[in-house]
């Protein structure tokens, strides 16, 4: 009888497992059918995830060769976080423009947390982030970027910069300190309401720890640490950083409160002077500086992002632009004869740029292949999201992989090769095309776009009118190299050129 009821018994235990296996498994195949499948990718390893198949130095590349795998909206794990990427111009552009809520926040990895602490404009979420980028737009518009104001201070700065471009006397020089040196002095015009000399020590630190933290913040060290944030004290790249992030933030703790003590409450000198004011105006509303979005922290990480963003890419795609018309100067000659024959010897002016259609699609071939910033800066899911068959969760890191646009072979003839005639119709006027998004899209798209747009044309036109550029002596321009450096942002590697004056 003991025997029968432990047989009874144990059958029941199996039955009841059986049946919790069962209705499991039911439940799990129901949620995945309305939830959809989650995006396909290459099998993953425990805590490395899929590090083995990327190239740290270049992740976008590999995650471009991906793309050809498995799809244009695929799963990858970096280390053990499992990140979503959006390759080519439809996925990239529908998720951000028709989805724009649903792929709108942003991912702050550990390293721009570290810069930021959800501050600023560039790597914040919430109403903070909605409030400093609104006021930073309205700032930037009242402080003249798309309007003649912001012209004229373009071109007062071009003229120190082509007086040092001519002190070389067509020797060959690297570029690249003077024009990190002028476009920083445009943007700081507005943040700050001055220019800087070029040989001031604080300048030359501020613009070197700009663009070392854009360098630092792409290494594979700092990317292994966004995997694994406790390997930080262990990296030198990680502790030059954090070094390069104090050294910054005294700088423009030290500016603005220069700023503050010459304060004139009845006149706005610059993006500085309209945050002080506000955050006066909030105080007294609030009484409270704790309650307001307009605190220290949010202007000295406003100020950063500001100046980062605003010297980094427009400075390396000016750049890359003269290295390819050394490395093409049939491209260049036709260029300069456009210039000529539409603006002579006068100072060119944006409102050249619609008679100036074969230059104008040069500039934008440049900022295509340039690919400044190739993996955008990553977007996080809001919410759960059906795109595109494919079921996201919410809080899922999410990278449009805008190398896989300027690059799409389904978008352009020819891709791979610096070719104008992208942006040309067969009567040689300029065209624009949907799949140039060099600059993102949709709500985190760059704030500064109109002001970029406007540098890039005024400097490389006044720049190809007074020089020609050549390759060193010695060197042809087959052997000039266009291998990126390594950087979250993708800049020319080192190289001297020859500005050869025309006049």
């Known amino acids: 009888m003991a025997l029968l009821e432990g047989l009874i018994q144990t059958h029941s235990s199996t039955a009841l497992f059986g049946a919790f296996i069962v209705l499991g498994v039911i439940y799990f195949l129901s949620t995945t059918s309305k939830q959809g499948k989650e995006p396909p990718g290459p099998r993953s390893l425990p805590l490395i995830g899929n590090l ?10 590999s995650l471009f060769q991906l793309s050809k795998k498995y799809g244009s909206v695929f799963t990858v794990h970096f280390g053990p976080k499992k990140v979503v990427v959006l390759a080519g111009f439809r996925a990239v552009k529908d998720a951000l423009v028709n989805y724009s809520e ?123 640490y966004n995997m694994f944030p406790w390997l930080g004290p262990l990296m030198k790249d990680w502790r030059d950083l954090v070094k390069n992030l104090k ?90 004869e456009e210039l000529i024959r539409v ?58 992989l805008l190398t896989s646009v300027l ?11 610096f070719n104008p005639g992208h942006f040309l119709d067969e009567q040689g006027q300029f065209v624009k095309k949907d799949a140039f998004l060099p600059f993102s899209a949709g709500r985190r798209v760059c704030l500064g776009e109109s002001l970029a747009r406007m540098e890039l044309f005024l400097v490389f036109t006044s720049l190809l009118q007074k020089f020609n550029f050549t390759p060193p002596p010695g060197v042809s321009e087959s052997e000039l190299d266009l291998t990126p450096a390594i950087g979250f942002t993708l800049n020319t590697p080192p190289h001297k050129l020859c500005a050869v004056s025309l006049a």
């Open 343 to 400: 603006t002579g010897s006068r100072q060119p002016r944006v409102e050249d740029r619609k008679n100036l259609p074969y230059t104008n699609a040069v500039i934008h071939e440049i900022q295509r292949m340039a690919n400044i910033v190739p993996m955008s800066i990553p977007h996080i899911t809001t919410c759960d999201v059906v795109f595109q068959g494919f079921h996201i969760k919410k809080g899922t890191s999410v990278y449009p």
């Open 407 to 417: 690059f799409d072979e389904n978008e352009w003839e020819t891709p791979h090769t």
């Open 52 to 61: 083995l198949q990327l190239d740290l130095k270049r992740p976008h590349v």
């Open 102 to 224: 649903e792929f709108g926040g942003r991912d702050i990895t550990p390293v721009f947390y570290k810069t930021s602490h959800n501050h600023g404009i560039l790597f914040a979420n919430g109403e903070s982030w909605k409030e400093m980028r609104r006021f930073a737009l309205t700032s930037l518009r009242d402080f003249g970027m798309g309007k003649r104001i912001i012209e004229e201070k373009i071109i007062n700065e071009i003229d120190y910069m082509i007086q040092l471009f001519g002190n070389h006397k067509g020797q060959p020089f690297d570029n690249k300190e003077a024009l990190n040196h002028a476009v920083s002095n445009i943007i700081s015009s507005i943040v700050y309401g001055a220019r800087f000399d070029y040989s001031d020590p604080l300048f030359q630190e501020m613009v070197h720890c700009a663009n070392e933290r854009i360098r630092l913040t792409g290494t594979p060290a700092i990317q292994v």
């Open 247 to 336: 050294i910054s933030e005294e700088h423009i703790r030290g500016l603005v409160k220069k700023l503050q003590n010459t304060l004139n409450t009845k006149h706005r000198r610059c993006f500085v002077d309209s945050f002080l004011f506000q955050q006066q105006e909030v105080k007294v509303q609030e009484k409270c500086e704790q309650n307001s979005f307009f605190s220290e922290k949010n202007l000295v990480c406003s100020v950063s992002n500001l100046f980062a963003a605003g010297t980094e890419t427009t400075a390396a795609t000016l750049r890359w632009g003269l290295l390819l018309m050394a490395k093409y100067p049939h491209v260049q000659d036709r260029v300069q």
